[in-house]
């Protein structure tokens, strides 16, 4: 008896528990498991494919998208999530594949700042939240002729009523940081608020533990690239 209530136990112990909340600052770094989180939900495989079948949005981000995703059909456009939310540990994999992959470039600031282009420093991403998505592709080629361009017109003349909208867009306009993602939409209720608390709360010395967390302070990576968004 006593045997079979410890492996109850240990079967327990290894379950996520669903409310488990992360400190606001670690919430906003991407230090924590959505899967264990009882404010994210995992979207079902018909809006998804590739890597965000086994990610996870905040609920709330979850079911705008869905409006907006049924929206589209009856318009003739699929709206399909290639990428979800993607914690600090996801984001760190990402990035130190590609520091490896630019290690032609010896300058570590230049070489940070090619990265930078299209892929954030663990701890600054916008896909920590749980509010933003990319969709159907992520080449910007993709959305300037046929299915992609019908496809990004929809996005921009009806995102906005589900509460979305493109925060990487052309720099030509000022903006700083990233190149345009014609991809990458984010859910606005949420994000520019959580954007505010970052730009509060978060320091240059919290952008840590990763191949090249040095150059955080010398881009200056909270100013030029967090806060360089259309979405304000």
């Given at each position: 008896?006593?045997?079979?209530?410890v492996?109850?136990?240990m079967?327990?112990?290894?379950?996520?528990?669903r409310?488990?909340?992360p400190?606001?600052?670690?919430y906003?770094?991407?230090?924590?498991?959505?899967?264990?989180?009882?404010?994210?939900?995992?979207?079902?495989?018909?809006?998804?494919?590739g890597?965000?079948?086994s990610?996870?949005?905040?609920?709330?981000?979850?079911?705008?998208?869905?409006?907006?995703?049924e929206?589209?059909?009856?318009?003739g456009?699929?709206?399909?999530?290639?990428?979800a939310t993607?914690?600090?540990?996801?984001?760190?994999?990402i990035?130190?594949?590609?520091?490896?992959?630019?290690?032609?470039?010896?300058?570590?600031?230049?070489?940070?700042?090619?990265?930078l282009?299209y892929?954030?420093?663990?701890?600054?991403?916008?896909?920590?939240?749980?509010?933003?998505?990319?969709?159907?592709s992520?080449?910007?080629?993709y959305?300037?002729?046929?299915?992609g361009?019908?496809?990004?017109?929809?996005?921009?003349t009806?995102a906005?009523?589900?509460g979305?909208?493109?925060?990487?867009?052309?720099?030509?306009t000022?903006?700083?940081?990233y190149e345009e993602?014609?991809?990458?939409w984010?859910?606005?209720?949420?994000?520019?608020?959580?954007?505010?608390?970052?730009?509060?709360?978060?320091?240059?010395?919290?952008?840590?533990?990763?191949?090249?967390?040095?150059?955080a302070a010398?881009?200056?990576?909270?100013?030029?690239?967090?806060?360089?968004?259309?979405?304000?």
């Open positions: 008896m006593f045997r079979l209530l492996i109850a136990w079967i327990i112990i290894r379950v996520p528990q409310d488990q909340k400190t606001e600052k670690d906003l770094l991407g230090r924590f498991d959505p899967s264990a989180d009882a404010r994210f939900v995992k979207p079902d495989d018909q809006y998804t494919t890597a965000a079948r990610q996870y949005l905040r609920k709330e981000t979850y079911a705008a998208f869905v409006s907006m995703a929206a589209a059909k009856k318009d456009v699929q709206l399909v999530i290639v990428s993607r914690n600090f540990e996801t984001q760190k994999i990035w130190e594949r590609k520091w490896n992959d630019e290690s032609a470039i010896r300058n570590p600031a230049d070489r940070a700042r090619k990265i282009q892929s954030s420093m663990p701890g600054t991403s916008r896909h920590h939240w749980g509010t933003d998505l990319d969709l159907n992520l080449n910007n080629e959305f300037a002729s046929g299915e361009r019908k496809v990004y017109q929809w996005l921009t009806h906005a009523q589900f979305f909208c493109q925060p990487y867009t052309s720099k030509s000022g903006r700083t940081g993602e014609k991809w990458h984010s859910y606005t209720p949420l994000s520019r608020p959580f954007l505010c608390e970052y730009e509060a709360l978060i320091q240059i010395p919290d952008i840590t533990g990763f191949a090249g967390s040095e150059t010398e881009l200056d990576v909270i100013t030029n690239y967090v806060a360089g968004v259309a979405c304000r």
